[in-house]
């Protein structure tokens, strides 16, 4: 489907893909269509929802200026798939065995091995960007306790909230695993350190915002390389982390299923996150906020909720949307809402089928709190072809 709304209330239009926005997210995006370098256009995805600063689901193209809450903390987020060679029938009938062996090899929350899980090439290699980074703010080293060793062992570790890892079957009965995971605690801190530098870098003309969450970094001043160099690192340590956990997966399946291979190449996106493109003849930053890139051909992953299918898709290269998507099926109900909404009866009815926790701890991430995905895919069709189909049989969450 087209654009189905249009903003045109600030310095530059926004351009939605669906009639679907919330009051919070409406006033989001027209905040964020005050600021004086946004290039073209704003274009919102359909599974668009309130976010802290800027909008999920918000395509934000900037000349001249980078906006950290606008990147968040989680940046780096993104997806991993890969599918295998196996099929449905050669899973067991009860789920609940691999389960426990994924969780076991993955920490999720908080938690991180308990030794150092990857080759220290790997830990070499991150840590000479990192190091350069401290080097120039080490305060980002005090927001954490044993912040090296924390790093290291949370290569290859879920995380929590949404953050997820799902054993998926296609439309050929053929078996995928799909994961959900970011930048973890290290980017975390990152992002939470240059967002509170950027409102302290404004000083006094932070009053003239319309959110002190939009503080910006302008080309030239103190620190615009430096949380353009440190964003970097911490997409590359998100990309290292889901490599890492996907194949900690993969060893752990074969301990109870038949011989396989990979028979898919590694599906990898980012879906929070900024890289520099060309749009619209001019060479801007794209930072997507709960966006995923869809250039022409280019593969791409658009989970549903827990309980709902996902996509394995192809970008069609819209220009309006910045050659960008979806990156899920998006929120209807915060968290605490959820949990004082739905009880466990309705985790069980509604994840019926997947093998996955069902109790208290995972209701904020009932399907119910989420869009229907099918809507939402059905508003990007001008965005993104299906190439894939895919429902999930297991499910962890961090």
């Given at each position: 489907?087209?654009?189905?709304?249009?903003?045109?209330?600030?310095?530059?239009?926004v351009?939605?893909?669906?009639?679907?926005?919330?009051?919070?997210?409406?006033?989001?995006?027209?905040?964020?269509?005050?600021?004086?370098?946004?290039?073209?256009?704003?274009?919102?995805?359909?599974?668009?929802?309130?976010g802290?600063?800027?909008?999920?689901?918000?395509?934000?193209?900037?000349?001249g200026?980078?906006?950290p809450?606008?990147v968040?903390?989680d940046?780096?987020?993104?997806?991993?798939?890969?599918?295998?060679?196996?099929?449905?029938h050669?899973?067991?009938?009860?789920?609940?065995g691999?389960?426990?062996?994924?969780?076991?090899?993955?920490?999720?929350?908080?938690?991180?091995?308990?030794?150092d899980?990857?080759k220290?090439?790997?830990?070499t290699?991150?840590?000479?960007?990192?190091?350069?980074?401290?080097g120039?703010?080490?305060?980002?080293?005090?927001?954490?306790?044993?912040?090296y060793?924390t790093w290291v062992?949370?290569?290859?570790?879920?995380?929590?909230?949404?953050?997820?890892?799902?054993?998926?079957?296609?439309?050929?009965?053929?078996?995928?695993?799909?994961?959900h995971?970011?930048?973890?605690?290290?980017?975390n801190?990152?992002g939470e350190?240059?967002?509170?530098?950027?409102?302290?870098?404004?000083?006094?003309?932070?009053?003239?915002?319309?959110?002190?969450?939009?503080?910006?970094f302008?080309d030239?001043?103190?620190?615009?390389?430096?949380?353009?160099?440190?964003?970097?690192?911490?997409?590359?340590?998100?990309m290292?982390?889901?490599?890492?956990?996907?194949?900690?997966?993969c060893?752990?399946?074969?301990?109870?299923?038949?011989?396989?291979?990979i028979t898919?190449?590694?599906?990898?996106?980012?879906?929070?996150?900024?890289?520099?493109?060309?749009?619209?003849?001019?060479?801007?930053?794209?930072?997507?906020?709960?966006?995923?890139?869809?250039?022409?051909?280019?593969?791409?992953?658009i989970?549903?909720?827990?309980?709902?299918?996902?996509?394995?898709v192809?970008g069609?290269?819209?220009?309006?949307?910045?050659?960008?998507?979806?990156?899920?099926?998006?929120?209807?109900?915060?968290?605490?809402?959820?949990?004082?909404?739905?009880?466990?009866?309705?985790?069980?009815?509604?994840?019926?089928?997947?093998?996955?926790?069902?109790?208290?701890?995972?209701?904020?991430?009932?399907?119910?709190?989420?869009?229907?995905?099918?809507?939402?895919?059905?508003?990007?069709?001008?965005?993104v072809?299906?190439?894939?189909?895919?429902?999930?049989?297991?499910?962890?969450?961090?």
């Amino acid at each position: 489907m087209p654009i189905k709304t249009i903003i045109t209330k600030g310095k530059v239009p926004v351009k939605i893909y669906t009639d679907d926005v919330e009051a919070e997210a409406y006033q989001q995006l027209l905040n964020m269509a005050q600021m004086p370098f946004i290039h073209s256009h704003i274009a919102v995805m359909p599974d668009v929802h309130c976010g802290k600063g800027a909008t999920v689901g918000s395509v934000i193209p900037t000349v001249g200026a980078i906006i950290p809450a606008a990147v968040g903390v989680d940046i780096g987020c993104g997806m991993n798939a890969l599918r295998l060679s196996i099929k449905a029938h050669d899973l067991p009938d009860n789920l609940r065995g691999l389960r426990l062996l994924i969780e076991a090899a993955i920490p999720v929350g908080f938690n991180q091995h308990k030794h150092d899980p990857v080759k220290q090439s790997t830990v070499t290699g991150l840590s000479v960007g990192l190091h350069k980074i401290l080097g120039k703010h080490p305060k980002i080293n005090t927001m954490q306790k044993k912040p090296y060793q924390t790093w290291v062992r949370q290569l290859g570790t879920l995380g929590g909230g949404n953050h997820f890892i799902e054993l998926c079957l296609d439309e050929n009965d053929d078996v995928w695993v799909m994961l959900h995971s970011g930048s973890r605690g290290i980017g975390n801190v990152i992002g939470e350190y240059f967002i509170n530098l950027a409102k302290k870098d404004m000083g006094q003309h932070i009053v003239n915002l319309p959110d002190k969450d939009l503080a910006y970094f302008k080309d030239g001043a103190r620190h615009y390389d430096d949380y353009l160099e440190a964003v970097a690192w911490a997409q590359d340590y998100a990309m290292v982390n889901r490599r890492e956990m996907m194949n900690l997966i993969c060893d752990a399946l074969k301990k109870k299923l038949p011989k396989f291979g990979i028979t898919k190449e590694a599906i990898h996106c980012h879906h929070n996150y900024v890289a520099r493109e060309q749009h619209f003849d001019a060479s801007v930053w794209v930072t997507r906020k709960g966006a995923i890139s869809a250039q022409e051909g280019e593969l791409g992953i658009i989970p549903g909720s827990m309980g709902a299918k996902s996509y394995i898709v192809r970008g069609l290269g819209n220009p309006m949307s910045f050659c960008s998507s979806s990156h899920g099926a998006g929120r209807v109900m915060s968290r605490g809402k959820a949990k004082r909404h739905f009880t466990i009866d309705d985790m069980e009815s509604q994840t019926h089928g997947v093998e996955c926790r069902k109790d208290s701890g995972v209701i904020d991430e009932i399907p119910g709190a989420y869009k229907d995905i099918d809507i939402v895919m059905e508003h990007q069709s001008d965005l993104v072809e299906v190439v894939h189909t895919l429902k999930q049989v297991l499910c962890i969450k961090g």
